[in-house]
């Protein structure tokens, strides 16, 4: 796997560090098809292997502060580096949740991972296909069903992360954090879809709720037997609805130029409190991405570029332990660390889990 640039950038003094990490994030973007979709991972490890350190500056100044993009920048990053047919060609080299090539994986996993994505990308393809032929021509009809499904794995990875956490099989803050900022974005996306008058007949609405009743269920039982599996299938769910949106703001921009924005979508990407919009986009820092909304083109921009954000969250996650909030400072985490750290209960999987909850006991404490 890649080392960013930052993590490479590492010296001898933590303030060097910190400096090269807030300089690096400004120009790095990453997208589903990047090689090292998350910086954080590498920023974790070498926190790690140096615990007894201290930032050597201040708190105030460890924060980043971030430039605001100019609004082209962020189009021809969407544009130019998206890669929505990727799946089956990102199998090796450590991405998509596959072990390195050097690593010491026997062949076996690497091809239970292979059948888990030609699975996952069958079954979308499947549902694509549904989809296609009952809203080829009703596109906010089609924008509410999959806006209704697409915000369903996050309240599943959820639910099973919070059993986890009751039988102390897991500790990490971040993916809760994350998924549920997830979750609350696709659930603005839903209601500016209901605004749009994509619910209006009940066909629709019995269709949604009912396939989403049962991606629930599928996901939470995918999501406890392979993880991996489960961000992948929410990747390329992920990877449709970016290329649903950006294939409507081609075909009909210019006349949703003339259209006003609805009341809901102005409230949430200019609100004033941008916390949980900033939590989901894990490859950015915050403050990074401010939209501006003056009318429908704008709109449906920003939701395609939510869903590239979606995608490139679901595609790290595909490497164990790799997730990290973009409002977690390790400047902060070692300031505030007093000398007992929490141990973070690990675990891939529920049969992981159930497996080192009877080897190690001690899994069972925490």
Request: aromatic letters at 12%.
């Amino acid at each position: 796997m890649t080392i960013s640039t930052s993590a490479m950038g590492f010296g001898t003094s933590v303030s060097s560090y910190s400096c090269l990490r807030a300089r690096s994030f400004e120009k790095s973007s990453v997208l589903c098809n990047s090689q090292n979709p998350f910086r954080f991972n590498s920023l974790f490890s070498i926190r790690k292997s140096h615990g007894s350190s201290r930032c050597s500056v201040s708190r105030k100044s460890c924060r980043v502060r971030a430039m605001l993009l100019q609004e082209n920048e962020e189009e021809v990053v969407v544009e130019k580096s998206f890669a929505p047919k990727s799946f089956p060609g990102n199998v090796g080299g450590g991405s998509n949740g596959e072990p390195p090539d050097d690593s010491s994986s026997n062949g076996l996993e690497k091809w239970v991972i292979k059948l888990e994505q030609s699975v996952n990308i069958l079954l979308t393809d499947s549902v694509i296909k549904i989809l296609d032929t009952l809203y080829h021509d009703r596109n906010y009809a089609r924008f509410f069903v999959l806006e209704t499904i697409a915000r369903v794995p996050y309240f599943a990875f959820i639910s099973v992360l919070h059993m986890y956490e009751s039988f102390g099989w897991w500790r990490r803050a971040d993916y809760m954090k994350v998924h549920f900022a997830e979750s609350w974005n696709e659930m603005h996306h839903l209601l500016i879809m209901e605004e749009l008058g994509g619910n209006a007949w009940w066909f629709d609405r019995f269709l949604a709720q009912h396939i989403a009743i049962f991606y629930y269920f599928m996901t939470v039982l995918m999501y406890a037997l392979s993880p991996r599996m489960a961000y992948h299938f929410s990747e390329c769910v992920e990877s449709h609805a970016y290329e649903t949106y950006d294939k409507f703001i081609k075909d009909q921009g210019e006349e949703l130029k003339n259209l006003p924005a609805p009341k809901i979508a102005v409230d949430y990407y200019t609100g004033g409190d941008l916390y949980l919009f900033d939590e989901f986009q894990t490859s950015r820092e915050p403050n990074t991405r401010r939209p501006k909304i003056d009318n429908l083109y704008d709109v449906f921009m920003n939701i395609r570029d939510d869903e590239a954000e979606h995608c490139k969250t679901m595609k790290a996650c595909q490497t164990h332990g790799s997730l990290r909030s973009p409002h977690t400072n390790p400047c902060d985490e070692s300031e505030d660390d007093t000398g007992c750290p929490v141990p973070q209960a690990d675990c891939i999987g529920i049969v992981d889990c159930i497996k080192k909850s009877v080897t190690d006991p001690q899994v069972i404490k925490r």
